[in-house]
Nanobody
Framework: VQLQASGGGPVQPGGSLRLSCEASGLTFSEYPIGWFRQAPGKEREAVGCITGSDGGLSYADSVKGRFTISRDNAKRTAYLRMSSLKPEDTAVYYC???????????????????WGKGTQVTVSS
């Protein structure tokens, strides 16, 4: 299983970015996908997740109303749309797949089995 996150870069406060996560090596549509981030000197934290079955969503409180997760199973790709970005959103963003097929998705990073390399998002004026 391979995951590749992309779409990161520099952005001004208040701006938007869309990250993509392309997967290969598994039946993509069946599995939950999580988005996580890690800032320098801080622990990895959840951004949100989406189920494989019906696209159910869950978000961390820190991003609710600003970030949107979606997936296109035909393209084997998940997306993280980020808007109203703040300097504190600066981090390396990762996508991950939980290889347990469940009707829900988890915000606990340690429950995910496959990880992409991450893409840097820097929010600064």
């Amino acid at each position: 299983v391979q995951l590749q996150a992309s779409g990161g870069g520099p952005v001004q406060p208040g701006g938007s970015l869309r990250l993509s996560c392309e997967a290969s090596g598994l039946t993509f549509s069946e599995y939950p996908i999580g988005w996580f981030r890690q800032a320098p000197g801080k622990e990895r934290e959840a951004v949100g997740c989406i189920t494989g079955s019906d696209g159910g969503l869950s978000y961390a409180d820190s991003v609710k109303g600003r970030f949107t997760i979606s997936r296109d199973n035909a393209k084997r790709t998940a997306y993280l749309r980020m808007s109203s970005l703040k300097p504190e959103d600066t981090a390396v963003y990762y996508c991950a797949i939980d290889n347990l097929i469940t009707p829900s998705c988890s915000l606990r990073w340690y429950e995910y089995d496959y990880w992409g390399k991450g893409t840097q998002v820097t929010v600064s004026s």
